[in-house]
């Protein structure tokens, strides 16, 4: 295997590691949401659930994008 197939390969694999760390990402947010919901209750009179949901997932995002970055750098 020469250096050009290698390189293929690598990009390759990082595209699908890429798409599964997402994937992942995407998943904690989903059962940090769900459980959040069940924890806090689904009926509020003060706020609607998706209202609720969307401020969880936005704090959610944020957090793992932070986390990821602080990884990175």
Known sequence: MNFF???DLARRQSRRLLFLFLLAVLAVVVSVDVLLLLVLGFG????RPADVVGVLAIGSLLLA???????IV
């Open 65 to 71: 994008g932070c986390f990821s970055l602080l990884l």
């Open 44 to 47: 509020s009179e003060d706020a």
């Open 5 to 7: 197939e290698r390189q």
